[in-house]
Antibody, heavy 122, light 110 residues
Framework: QVQLVQSGAELKKPGASVRVSCKTS????????MHWVRQAPGQGLEWMGW????????KYAQNFQASVTMTTDASSRTAYMEVNRLTSDDTAMYYC???????????????WGQGTLVTVSS | QSALTQPASVSGSPGQSITISCTGT?????????VSWYQQHPGKVPKFIIY???KRPSGVSNRFSGSKSGNTASLTISGLQAEDEADYYC??????????FGGGTKLTVL
């Protein structure tokens, strides 16, 4: 079955960077865009951006353009999301979520990873 | 891109129907039939329940239905059950191939 398995929780100091991984299985990795979504404690879902694993094209939400980098490794079927210059406001659960459309961008997220909690604290 | 507007909370009794609204603008909700909805129980991963405004993924109960009028999309849950108590989020395509979520609605089953 389709699965997205994310890396474990992280504790980082302000100013540091964090990279979250999302290892996929059960489908053609290059056939679906991958979205990343953030959820701060007690808050709603916030879309961060997407990456096309077929060619590496990315699109970031305006709030994340300066601090986030999304990449993929097709050989390991893994997507990565790196956040730089962390602040306490970046403390959140980060989810990878597969775009639903095979071979095209559908704009909906059908399969989600289990989430990775990133805590930023000095 | 501003978040879509959802009511903070709605409630209903078992067996009743409730509707959650999701208001955007003429450049997002009003322009594209690409509204999706997600259900999230406390401490759990969001679950995909509606896409392209009205379509249900395989395995999602037909008690969940979606609609859209102008710049407002809606999720209706009929025959309310205790297990429906959760947070619900709408999401839509926005200009330049981006997405935007609503602020979320907490559904309480009385």
């Amino acid at each position: 079955q389709v699965q997205l398995v994310q890396s474990g929780a992280e504790l980082k100091k302000p100013g540091a960077s964090v990279r979250v991984s999302c290892k996929t299985s059960g489908y053609t990795f290059t056939g679906h865009y991958m979205h990343w979504v953030r959820q701060a404690p007690g808050q709603g879902l916030e879309w961060m951006g997407w990456i096309n694993p077929k060619n590496g094209d990315t699109k970031y939400a305006q709030n994340f353009q300066a601090s986030v980098t999304m990449t993929t490794d097709a050989s390991s079927r893994t997507a990565y999301m790196e956040v730089n210059r962390l602040t306490s406001d970046d403390t959140a659960m980060y989810y990878c979520a597969r775009d639903g459309g095979p071979d095209f961008w559908s704009g909906w997220c059908d399969i989600w990873g289990q989430g990775t909690l990133v805590t930023v604290s000095s | 891109q501003s978040a879509l507007t959802q009511p903070a909370s709605v409630s209903g009794s078992p067996g009743q129907s409730i509707t959650i609204s999701c208001t955007g603008t003429s450049t997002d909700v009003g322009s594209y039939n690409l509204v999706s909805w997600y259900q999230q129980h406390p401490g759990k991963v969001p679950k995909f329940i509606i896409y392209e405004v009205t379509k249900r993924p395989s395995g999602v109960s037909n008690r969940f239905s979606g609609s859209k009028s102008g710049n407002t999309a809606s999720l209706t849950i009929s025959g309310l059950q205790a297990e429906d108590e959760a947070d619900y989020y709408c999401c839509t395509y926005a200009p330049s191939n981006t997405l935007v979520f609503g602020g979320g609605t907490k559904l309480t089953v009385l």
